[in-house]
């Protein structure tokens, strides 16, 4: 008897405890109708709703684990709100929406951020609209201590700042300074605590100046511009931005600043980078690009189209910026940008970068260059397919691979490269040049139709570049830029067997002109930077 009591104790006491944890868990729920609401009311049911978010301060809400708050759809609510909270995991605080209509709207006229999230962890911000004529949207810190978990999803941001400027945004000082929707700490940053396992879901950002600017901790000294020796980064490690939209912006979509592990995948970038940043002479002022690295590591973007850059000093679709090593690029869709690539490495140069299975069309504006002031080593760039670019610069890449790619500039453009290409341990194979002649130190290249389809960038099966790639050792692509598993080595973005179409390739008399004409634009080409070198000089 006495041990049947003590079991059916132990038993309430399990079921107490239960109880008590899933209460806890599952937190206040709080109410906020701008039409119908009242801020002396209680805010816990939808009956009994808050107007505005001032009754928070009523009540002395201070937000717990489970706790969620919900603004009614069809309302617009003024928000200019600091948070210094955290939920748990299983339990995060949420801020949403709820009810019929058009999503809610958060608001500030204010220059300031609609949300500001310090020092928290695990928190979801969902299903909301947010928009800041003079300020910014959601700028996540780290003060005191590291944060985790916090989610943005299905947010819809709009008419923040979308203004011609002179110069680059300040991005040291939060969203609104910025003019960004999201801002992640800042460069320089204040603390040297990281943003982890960051999710930005479904989101869409329009009519933006910047959209995500994501950024670590450089250093003890909190200074961009350090030496080598004080490089010391703190990454934000596991960030995930995914299944966003941004166009129609005055600068950038997404900066990947400062991280490890980072990945940016399946997003669309239209229209941004619309300041073109030049004087009255033409010359850069400022530059701006879509989507790129700044001093990140061992992350990665893909599958994101970029599209529609205008931003004369940058503008390109493919940047290593600043110290980044072991990042990827990979089926990019790059298309009527400024240019493809531009790299601007620092210090004594990056190490491990690889741009693969991507298509660039009539990204010919500028030059796109490789390398960059302080080179690219052991660099890959493998089986892109790169349609009617400008002049394509190599310059300053060490002990690198570029193989399998197809590579056509516009009409009167070239390939161009510095001596040092030849004693410089790099490695190319199996490439594919067409309306220029094939660089010296790629003599052995096809340089020949190369067989497209007719309405797209595959293979036709009779072109000559099906089956005839370079075998790349560590080569892991299990899926072209078409989203085709590979079946076959092919040279360019496509791996499958061919498509069953005309081949129509060139006659040996066809080819003699075109190579003729080819070496003319070179001619041509050097003899005007030939003569700018001469009136620089004069």
Known sequence: MRKAFCFFLSLLLIVASLSFFSSAAAGTTYYVDSVNGDDSNNGTSVNTPFKTINGFSHINAEFVAGDKILFKNGGTYECAATLSCSGTKDAPIVISSYGEGDTAVLYTNAKTEVLRLFDCSYITVSNLNITAPDGGGIWIDTLNKTSEGITLDN??????????????????????????????KGLPARSRYAVNDLTITDCEICDCANGISLWGSWNDAQNPGCTKEEVDPVFNENVLVKGCYFHEM????????????????????????????????????????????????????????????????DGMSIDFDSYSNYCTYQYIYSHDNTRFMNNCPIYDGQTGNTVRYCLSVNDNNECSRFGGRSGEHNFSFYNNTVINCGDFYFDNIYNSLVANNIIIPSDGNIIKYAGQMMTSGNTFKSNCYYNTTSPLFDLFAFNTVPGFETDGYSLSKNSPLIGAGFDIDGNDAEHDFFGNIITSNN????????????????????????????????????????????????
């Open 491 to 538: 040279i360019g973005c496509y791996g499958g067997d061919g498509i069953d179409c005309e081949y129509e390739s060139e006659n040996i008399f066809q080819k003699i002109v075109r190579l003729i004409g080819n070496f003319f634009d070179i001619i041509k080409s050097e003899f005007a930077a030939l003569m700018e070198l001469i009136e620089e000089k004069i």
């Open 250 to 313: 005055d600068a950038e979509a997404i900066i990947v600043g400062i991280c490890d592990g980072a990945l940016v995948t399946d997003c669309r970038a239209i229209n941004c980078c619309q300041g073109e940043g030049v004087n009255e002479n033409g010359e850069p002022l400022y530059y701006t690009a879509a989507m790129w690295f700044w001093g990140s590591v061992n992350s990665t973007i893909q599958y994101c189209e970029i599209a529609g850059q205008k931003n004369v000093g």
């Open 155 to 184: 947010l819809y941001f709009y008419g923040i700042q979308n203004y011609k400027v002179n110069c680059r945004d300040n991005l040291s000082a939060g969203a609104a300074v910025a003019r960004a929707a999201v801002m992640v």
